[in-house]
C-alpha cells in the first residue's frame, strides 16, 4: 500500500491525498440508461419485432423495471447473465405481445434488442474531461463494474477507454459484487492504495457509494437526474427525500451531480 507520500494532486475535502480514483461505468461513464431507452424504442418501433399501437412510454418503463428486478436477480447468483437477458425478454413479450414466449424466442428477442441498444452507446459529455483531469493531476484511474467480464470489456473497448484503467474489475471473472466490500479490496490491492487514499465515484447510493465507504474508501453518490429506485441499488425500493439524505449523511458519502462538479471536489 502506499505510503506517506503521493505524487497525486488529488485531494479530498480534508486534506488527504488521493491517490486512486475509482470508477463505475455504466450510468456514470457511459450513458447506460439513455441506450436503453434508444433501443427499446427503436427494437418495437421497427422492424421484425415492431409491436402495433404500443405505448412507447409504458414500454420503456416497464422495460427498465424489468433490467433492474433481473440484473438483480443475476447479480444475487439466481440467474446466469444469459438467464437474466432471457428473462427480461419473456417477461416483456408476454406482456406486450401478450403471447408467452419459449426460451429460443426470447433469446432471439433480446439478442435483435442488443445490438440497437449497443449502437446507441456513447459516453456522457463530461467523461473524458474528468478522466483527462485526474489523469494529468498524476492519480491512478480504476474501475470497479458488475458485470460479465467480457461484456463489460467490449463497452471499454468501442467506448475507447479500455487504455484508461490499469486493472479494471469485473464482479463476473470474481465471484463477488458491489456493495461486497471484498471486490472494494480487490481493486484497492490491485493498485497498491490504502482505502483511505482512495475514492470510488458510481450512480447507485448503497451498490457504490455507501458500499465503497463500508470498505473504507471515500464514497461519492453521483446523480446526474431524477432519483428512483435504480439509483439506490440493484432491487431495491425507492424511499423518501428525506429519508435518502439521511441516508447519505448517517453513510458520510459526498453527493455530485456531474463529473465536473466531481474533479472539481478533488482538485478544487
Known amino acids: 500500500m502506499s505510503g506517506d507520500g503521493s505524487r497525486s494532486g488529488a485531494h479530498w475535502a480534508d486534506g488527504t491525498a488521493i491517490d486512486l480514483v475509482l470508477f463505475d461505468l455504466d450510468d456514470t461513464l457511459l450513458d447506460h440508461r439513455t441506450a436503453v431507452e434508444r433501443g427499446i424504442a427503436s427494437h ?31 447479480l444475487a447468483g439466481e440467474l446466469t447473465m444469459a438467464g437474466q437477458r432471457r428473462a427480461r425478454a419473456a417477461d416483456f413479450v408476454t406482456e406486450f405481445h401478450r403471447a408467452p414466449a419459449d426460451d429460443a424466442a426470447a433469446d432471439a428477442w433480446f439478442d435483435a434488442y442488443f445490438e440497437r441498444y449497443r449502437t446507441s452507446w456513447v459516453l456522457f459529455e463530461d467523461a473524458l474531461r474528468s478522466l483527462d483531469a485526474l489523469t494529468a493531476s498524476g492519480a491512478q484511474l480504476g474501475l470497479i463494474t458488475n458485470g460479465d467480464e467480457d461484456y463489460q470489456r467490449v463497452k471499454l473497448d468501442r467506448l475507447g477507454l479500455s487504455d484508461r484503467f490499469l486493472s479494471p474489475v469485473f464482479s463476473g471473472a470474481e465471484g ?19 482505502p483511505s487514499r482512495a475514492v470510488y465515484i458510481g450512480d447507485r447510493l448503497r451498490t457504490d457509494a455507501i458500499g465503497a465507504a463500508r470498505a473504507g474508501l471515500h464514497g461519492v453518490w453521483l446523480t446526474r437526474g431524477e432519483v428512483d429506485a435504480s439509483a439506490l441499488g440493484h432491487g431495491d425500493a425507492a424511499p423518501s427525500p428525506a429519508q435518502i439524505d439521511a441516508e447519505v449523511a448517517a453513510a458520510g458519502v459526498r453527493r455530485v451531480s456531474s463529473l465536473d462538479e466531481f474533479t472539481a471536489l478533488l482538485l478544487g
Open 176 to 194: 463477488v459484487s458491489k456493495p461486497d466490500p471484498a471486490i472494494f479490496t480487490t481493486a484497492l490491492a490491485r493498485h497498491g492504495v490504502d
Open 44 to 74: 418495437v418501433t421497427d422492424g421484425p419485432h415492431r409491436i402495433a399501437d404500443i405505448d412507447l412510454e409504458s414500454a420503456t418503463r416497464r422495460w427498465h423495471e424489468l433490467e433492474h428486478r433481473h440484473y438483480h436477480r443475476y
